[in-house]
């Protein structure tokens, strides 16, 4: 029930709406504006995402705070998408407003509008893997020395071994299934976490390469239509990082994380690391590292997510993930292994 004063809540989200279409056609050069509508299914967490008609074409709508910090960040994620674009790298291009900026600014607010891009987030097969591998390859090798904000290149996601989160899925687990097989499963991991922390550890990250990463590298913004790459999406994690982050990231999202046949997991993880490396090598020493940033990777990832939807990840329990995991670490392991001692 609403007093008079008070404006339901699908009213205030259709006014709202309006407002930015009205915006967008005092805004741009796009002939008719209809009125934007929600993405489905989209992440709404860091900032608002709408899909506007136009004259001119369809677009995706992102509104965001007008913090000086926020939009600074925005501007330099615009700037990569032009030198990727540039080098040919293909990405969701941004639209220019009629006085040339690429942001909006309204009262506490500010919004850009981003090309549409026809197609869907990346399937895995051996073709798609060798596209994602040769375009993280090329960014990396064309953006050596891209100017970017400073950050610490050591400081990266899944660098550090996972022991509290790790802890605490291993509770979960043994209450969803026997105590002995989970704990037997989780002894393995935990083995491969004690060689991980050793491998990744702080002294032993000032030795890999660095330079500008994309920082969120995995299927969902990697946009795809008839085989071939129409967008890399998503440059909010952009920045100074380590080299070995974005392909740890790749290889377990895309290589490891729906597979714990042998076979497989090596026949992907080949592919991605040959076509990675036309563009730049990777040294023996950082192979080994990689190995291991796959796996911390991978089991922090699957425990953050079990804790997060009662145990349930992909369709397996937290009982099957300590098998599937012991399973997946074992491998990468034995692939640490071979690459150091042949």
Not at 104 to 114: F, G, I
Not at 142 to 150: A, Q
Not at 289 to 300: D, E, I, S
């Amino acid at each position: 029930m609403t007093t008079s004063n008070q404006v339901p809540e699908n009213t205030q989200e259709l006014r709202g709406r309006e407002a930015l279409a009205g915006v967008i056609r005092e805004s741009y050069d796009v002939g008719f504006v209809e009125l934007p509508v929600p993405v489905p299914l989209a992440h709404q967490r860091r900032h608002r995402k709408l899909m506007v008609t136009t004259g001119a074409g369809k677009y995706l709508i992102k509104t965001y705070k007008r913090d000086p910090y926020v939009l600074d960040a925005l501007r330099f994620q615009h700037r990569l998408s032009q030198h990727l674009d540039e080098n040919g790298l293909p990405v969701a291009r941004i639209l220019p407003a009629r006085n040339g900026k690429k942001i909006v600014e309204r009262d506490d607010w500010a919004l850009e509008l981003q090309e549409f891009v026809d197609g869907a987030p990346m399937e895995v097969t051996s073709e798609s893997l060798a596209i994602s591998a040769h375009a993280l390859g090329k960014m990396h090798d064309v953006s050596r020395d891209f100017p970017r904000p400073e950050r610490d290149a050591r400081m990266w996601r899944f660098s550090e071994v996972p022991r509290t989160l790790f802890a605490q899925f291993f509770e979960m687990a043994k209450e969803k299934g026997s105590e002995a097989e989970v704990t037997e499963g989780c002894n393995q991991i935990a083995l491969f976490l004690r060689d991980a922390s050793q491998e990744l550890s702080w002294e032993a990250r000032n030795q890999f390469e660095t330079g500008l990463i994309h920082g969120d590298w995995h299927g969902g913004n990697l946009i795809f239509k008839d085989g071939r790459l129409q967008a890399v999406v998503d440059l909010e994690f952009a920045g100074d990082g380590c080299f070995l982050e974005d392909l740890a990231y790749g290889i377990s999202n895309l290589c490891v994380r729906t597979t714990m046949k042998p076979e497989r997991l090596g026949k992907r993880t080949d592919i991605m690391l040959s076509n990675y490396q036309k563009h730049r090598n990777i040294s023996p020493y950082e192979q080994v590292a990689l190995y291991y940033a796959v796996g911390v990777k991978h089991v922090a990832t699957v425990s953050y997510q079990a804790l997060q939807s009662n145990g349930i990840v992909a369709g397996y329990s937290a009982k099957s993930w300590m098998e599937r995991l012991a399973v997946q670490c074992k491998w990468l392991s034995e692939r640490a292994r071979g690459v150091r001692w042949g």
